[in-house]
């Protein structure tokens, strides 16, 4: 038997395991740092697999490292499992109908992304033990990847030190090796503290962190002018001091989030907008506490581990629908008004097609227009950063990693939608989550047994790091954000 045969087999008999664990992280969505179900029901799994697992690592009650075998290389899968606020949603519904007001759901499916890595490092772990390969696979519980960076405080507290290569899968729309980096970021809480008093009755005595808040801002407004173009700065008040317009607001917090595609021209921001607002207590005799909540760096997208993604992707091939399938995927398609492929989209795929042998390129124009993206995109490098921020970043500074999609969803369903949360335990989710699953494991036994692979993968991070050790943005003594457990 081949080497993907085993792999697809290990992947496909183990398939009602995964298909539960993913399905019981949909029926119980857990937030950020608050994920106790899902990492219980995965580390009992790991366990009985014969894992040696270390629960609570970083300072995370809901982190969690899974091991298998011994010695280099050693190949590391990142499973997420949070869900997001307010997003419950019944499942298989064409409208959107909550199960329970507020309740968080599913909505980038990360019970699939968990589920996967898990099955994934399960099937690598049968592989190695039917060949005796040497290394080590593990399997990363990474919490809090919405809006909490937890791998960024993994990385900060070495968790994936010693890690040769680390890979990543993630539900999507497309089969696709991410092309390109992501924007670093921090999250900053600004909290500016005065003294009340009667507004009319005896104004002078009043020092106002509302004030404060607002010269900060006005402040920040005049920076945006002299910082470089991609650079985003947005804000939140998120406590304005009262509701009351006759007393001086004693206190106000204001949150910042900055974004850049590098996280050195992000921590230069940082340090500018942090004198505006201490510039705007000067001014207001207020205090300022700056809090910071969290941050991430921008990706190393390594090319090595991305072609040995999308080589695998291509091996393996996507998964095949029936008409039941297509016809879901269709209705779907229609509760987003999806009027077919985006004029980028189209640009994308008509200006790849050129360089591909004709049948595969008229497959990859189709297949925008199709219910179910079913090609695997070409294998794309780029070093233009895409709008959004992950902390996959942080661990691709400290060894070579990169991720990748499979089609989970209807082609165009938007990202954190209830459409998402609503698709999430169907056969068109379950193929795709366990396709990813096969092309982690395949991946990860491709680099166990080539050496030279490893190597050449070490080589572009290297180069890629510039002789620079990694430093995290988020500084020592920051905690995580964990919520007492309820
Ligand atoms: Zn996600």
Redesign the pocket.
Known sequence: MSKKDFIVKAVQDYAPTAIKLSDYMWDYPEVAYTEYKACEALVEELKKQGFEVEVGVADIPTAFVAKWGSGHPVVGILA?YDALEALNQKENEFEKIETAHGEPGQG???HM?GAASLAGAVAAKEYMQANGTKGTIICYGCPA??GGSGKTFMARDGVFDGCDIAIGF??SDLNIVTPGSSLANVKVKYSFDGRAAHAAGDPEKGRSGLDAAELMNMGVQFLREHVIQEARIHYAFTDTGGEAPNVVQAHCDVLYMIRAPKIEQVMDIYRRVNLIANGAAMMTETTCTITFIKGCSNLLNNTVVGKALHDNLVKIGVPEYTAEELEYAKKMNNTVGNTGPSEVEMNMAKKYAKTMPEAEAKALVESFEKPINDVVMPFIVSDIASAGS?DVSDVSMVCPCTYFYTACWSQGTP?HSWQIVSQGKGSIAHKGMLYGAEVLALTAIDFMEDPALVEAAKAEYLDAMGGKPYVCPIPKDVKAPVPPRA
């Open positions: 997420e980038c499916g990360h992304l990847e919405e993630h539900p992950t990202g």
